[in-house]
């Protein structure tokens, strides 16, 4: 089965920086769109950002100039810069992969990894 695993999450201070990480296993054919997603207390899940096969790029507005995704074989990154408090949430990871033995391309979610900005 496919599975994605983040890492890098934590504590960090305003201004400071972070990288979280995913890392997508199974027998994989092929992936194409790779995301970011976050989540807050008592907020709805939004999309941070999305990076295609190709590598374009996309960020909601509230990160962009901040925050910049990457992707490397089965990995995608998100690299967090000048953080600020309303940063803080949890950080899930997506991707549509295609695999064995059902190549349908399909949408699969990490655990989440908590990312905490505070003093």
């Known amino acids: 089965q496919v599975q994605l695993v983040e890492s890098g999450g934590g504590l960090v201070q305003p201004g400071g920086s972070l990288r979280v990480a995913c890392t997508a296993s199974g027998s994989i054919l092929t992936i194409y769109d790779m995301r970011w997603y976050r989540q807050a207390p008592g907020k709805q899940r939004e999309l941070v950002a999305g990076?295609?096969?190709?590598?374009n790029a996309n960020y909601a507005d509230a990160v962009k100039d901040r925050f910049s995704i990457s992707r490397d074989n089965t990995n995608v990154s998100l690299q967090m810069n000048n953080v600020k408090p309303e940063d803080t949430a949890s950080y899930y990871c997506s991707a549509v992969i295609s695999a064995i033995p059902r190549p349908k391309p399909t949408e699969y979610w990490g655990q989440g990894t908590q990312v905490t900005v505070s003093p």
């Open positions: 990076i295609t096969r190709s590598g």
